[in-house]
């Protein structure tokens, strides 16, 4: 829906499970549905795009490379990389053979599904293409194509390693995730018969836990293949919440709140900073 608000002089074909892709004709943001053959909707593709599952996306990956054509570009939109990108080496050895870009857009909700669709989602988004970072550092045409869409959509390329790309999300994105869930969970195991506490609570816990209304059956690929990760940033925030009860009665916990109130206004910094453009005019210098 963002390439067709945006960047309209495109062709854009889509193929899923035939339940999804009926909702999706009806939805406007294609000119071609497939539901049956993955190759039938591969045919001329100068860019295929995966939304899907990690697990799917991993197994659809040989499909992908013998069936793309050589020079489309293939990428991905899975929330890690490291699993991805070393199977994509081995599937994609380079040309004649299509090429492999793996990207994650930190945008999303916790809601799923076509019908929650919005053009606008990427808007002033981070975007994270793996691959190499050095200043200067040689792109295919096709990847320089691919930046230049995610730009017009009005994300922020930002480049970064698979394994840095894991660690850094594992903290930012996917931490916060197990927190929402170990919270809201916590509570509702303490609900009693007239609905407290929550009867009493204001807007700030749904603001805390809106994570918590994600599905598992989004996250449980993500936690399994950043399992390592995820446990290591578990016990350090474990150490943390010790270290927040040894201060309840110390002045010391001011210190907390203030490191707390500084990234709270980064990333309210982050969030207002200029998006790319949308206007199908160059990408932002």
């Known amino acids: 829906m963002a390439l067709r608000k945006y960047c309209t002089d495109l062709r854009i074909s889509g193929w899923d ?4 892709a009926q909702a999706a004709q009806a939805s406007g943001a294609f000119d071609e549905i497939f539901s049956g053959e993955l190759l039938s909707a591969l045919h001329d593709a100068d860019l295929v795009f995966v939304a899907l599952p990690i697990g799917v996306t991993l197994d659809l990956l040989p499909a992908l490379a013998r069936s793309a054509p050589p020079r489309a570009l293939v990428t991905d939109a899975c ?23 793996g990207g994650h857009p930190m945008a999303g909700r916790e809601v799923a599904g076509i019908a929650h669709a919005d053009a606008d989602l990427f808007r002033g988004a981070a975007y994270a293409l793996i691959g190499e970072t050095g200043e200067g550092a040689p792109r295919d045409p ?5 930046v230049n869409l995610v730009e017009k959509i009005g994300a ?44 009493v609570a204001g807007p700030g816990l749904r603001d805390s836990l809106r994570l918590a209304g994600s599905p598992y059956s989004t996250w449980r690929d993500i936690v399994l293949t950043n399992r390592d990760m995820l446990s290591a940033s578990l016990d350090l925030l474990a150490r943390r919440l010790d270290d927040l009860r ?18 709270y206004r980064l990333l309210r910094g982050l969030a207002g900073a200029t998006p790319g453009p949308v206007d199908g005019g160059p990408p932002r210098p």
């Open 156 to 199: 922020r390329p930002l480049w970064l390693g698979a394994q840095q790309h894991d660690y850094a999300v594992g903290l930012s994105s996917h931490l916060p995730q197990l927190v929402a869930v170990a919270l809201a969970s916590f509570l509702y195991d303490r609900l009693d018969e007239n609905g407290l506490p929550i009867t």
């Open 246 to 263: 040894e201060r309840l009665t110390s002045r010391e916990l001011e210190a907390d709140f203030d490191a707390a109130n500084e990234l």
């Open 142 to 146: 096709r990847v320089l194509a691919f």
């Open 79 to 101: 929330s890690t990389k490291l699993r991805i990108v070393q199977a994509a080496e081995e599937l994609f050895p380079g040309p004649p053979a299509p090429l492999f870009l």
């Open 17 to 20: 499970r035939p339940e999804v």
